[in-house]
């Protein structure tokens, strides 16, 4: 069994605990390979490095720093049927997803590329003469890249590409299910010429790498996506570093009376069901007009049963397994949970008692809005169908929830349509479309519980990884004080 390497200073090497951990294949259970179970020790390593790194990174002009982004999106072109093939084996999603992933990672290193050329700062009037005042932007310094397995090459690449057109040095760390996506796209960046010490890489724990970076003094940011649990902690632990957090979601999709339901059936099983209901902006809700309730579950029941389980790389497949085993038993969990609270099963339910981690997609109806099973993130393919009466209805139950990520409305109705639009508390709002599917050149974020308030991805991107100056260059030759003060 091959053993992976951390990558620090430009080096492949081991972790200093000489532990390892297996990263298995969700649809087999067997082990694709061995990787350094890493600790602090590595982490000062990699903050050394990067430390060392950072001066002629941060002094090349951003559009020279730009055609090493350039050259990583040639790359990952090249690479993209390997690298989605690669996904499919370690995080199991279906392999056009998975080329979809890659997709995402080279569509954000291209933009980003651009931003090399841009990376705009203001200019505005002073309030005295002969004064000029301006605003420049300035990379933060080490940065701590803290990533999940659910978009185990579009995350990573969410995060680096940013990071390192504005000019910082960062440390990656992957997540446990997923290390070997991470590694794989490092080597690409090696390949592109990034400097050595520019990019780190640890895999590892998140009690203990994680908690080493997100505490270590030397390090100025930390940009996390992941639970909200991990993102309390984060904000609690990192002290005054600057912290994006692009947390978890309970999303919903409303369907009303007049939707185009065909259209609407769609986006739900796209939505829900859509790599295992692993994403963050997955539909774990449908919020739907009585009057047509019960033709749309009849709709879907139909469309669920005919959605065929499997490895992500046979073509044959619709819904590939869920990550891992504790995955398995958090969909069970609530399945039974949703049966406790009295709601009504209407399909799914169980595990697959085959090899890997396999559970139906299931769908309750008859759901309370307050219910446990509507009010947490499951993570899996678990639906549920709650009715309400009229669109005011509709999205006071949408917005009863902690997190606030991703939403959608089904309507032809503009009212409708625009009250979604400024009554739901969410980041990203969808008219006649599924909750999920984000672009690169859009901010990407949510409210409440869903984060911080930072956006990832589009011009926002650059505004989590840079620091703004402000410059005041006064040429009137005497001290002019502002606010009027004359001597
Ligand atoms: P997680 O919080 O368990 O882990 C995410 C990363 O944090 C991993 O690398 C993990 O090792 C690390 N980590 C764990 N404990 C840590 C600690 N104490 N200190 C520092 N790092 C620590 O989340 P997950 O299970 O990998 O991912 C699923 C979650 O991610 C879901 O809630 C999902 O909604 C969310 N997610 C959000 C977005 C978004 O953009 N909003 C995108 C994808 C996934």
């Not at 589009?458 to 620091?467: N, R």
Request: with cysteine; hydrophobic share 40%.
């Amino acid at each position: 069994m091959k053993a992976y390497k951390n990558f620090i200073g430009g080096r492949w090497i081991s972790s200093n605990s000489k532990e390892t951990f297996d990263s298995l294949d969700p649809a087999t259970e067997v082990s694709i390979g061995k990787f350094q179970d890493s600790n602090g020790l590595d982490v000062e390593l990699a903050v050394e490095a990067a430390e060392k790194s950072f001066q002629e990174w941060s002094d090349f002009p951003a559009p020279k720093r730009a055609e090493f982004l350039f050259r990583i999106r040639d790359l990952l072109i090249e690479n993209k049927e390997r690298l989605a093939r690669l996904e499919v084996k370690e995080m199991g999603k279906v392999y056009k997803e998975a080329l979809g992933d890659v997709q995402e990672a080279i569509d954000i290193f291209e933009y980003m590329a651009g931003e090399g050329r841009r990376l705009f700062g203001f200019t505005t009037p002073s309030e005295l003469k002969n004064k000029f005042c301006a605003t420049i932007r300035r990379p933060i310094g080490i940065v701590a890249l803290i990533t999940p397995w659910n978009f185990p090459i579009a995350i990573p690449s969410w995060k680096l590409a940013p990071a390192l057109i504005c000019g910082n040095s960062v440390i990656l760390k992957p997540s446990s299910d997923t290390p070997l996506c991470a590694i794989e796209l490092v080597k690409i960046l090696n390949e592109a010429g990034i400097p050595k010490g520019v990019v780190n890489l640890i895999t590892g724990s998140g009690n203990t790498v994680g908690t080493s970076l997100v505490t270590h003094q030397k390090i100025h940011a930390v940009s996390f996506t992941g639970s909200v649990e991990t993102g309390k902690f984060i904000t609690k632990n990192a002290g005054l570093k600057k912290i994006g957090l692009e947390l978890g979601g309970k999303n919903a999709i409303i369907i009303m009376e007049d939707a185009n339901l065909e259209l609407a059936l769609e986006g739900v099983l796209w939505g829900a069901f859509g790599t295992t209901g692993q994403r963050c902006t997955a539909a774990s809700r449908i919020i739907i007009h009585e009057t047509v309730a019960k033709k749309f579950e009849n709709m879907l029941i139909n469309s669920t049963k005919k959605l065929r389980l499997g490895s992500g790389l046979s073509k044959t497949t619709d819904i590939g397994p869920l990550i891992n085993r504790k995955a398995v038993e958090k969909s069970d969990y609530y399945t039974n949970l949703g049966l406790k609270e009295g709601a009504k099963l209407l399909i799914g339910g169980k595990p697959l008692s085959s090899k890997g981690f396999f559970y139906q997609p299931t769908i309750f109806t008859n759901v309370n809005h307050n219910m446990r099973i509507a009010q947490e993130e499951i993570f899996g393919p678990v639906l549920s169908i709650i009715k309400i009466k009229n669109i005011d209805e509709a999205i006071e139950v949408c917005n009863n929830i902690k997190q606030g990520l991703s939403s959608s409305i089904y309507t032809e109705n503009m009212q409708y349509a625009f009250k979604a639009i400024n009554k739901i508390d969410s980041g990203i709002t969808y008219i006649n479309s599924s909750t999920i599917g984000a672009e690169v050149h859009l901010p990407f974020g949510g409210v409440k519980e869903t984060g911080n308030g930072t956006r990832e991805a589009g011009w926002t991107g650059i505004e989590e990884f840079s620091e703004i100056k402000t410059i005041y260059l006064d040429y009137s030759d005497k001290l002019q004080k502002a606010q009027g003060i004359t001597d």
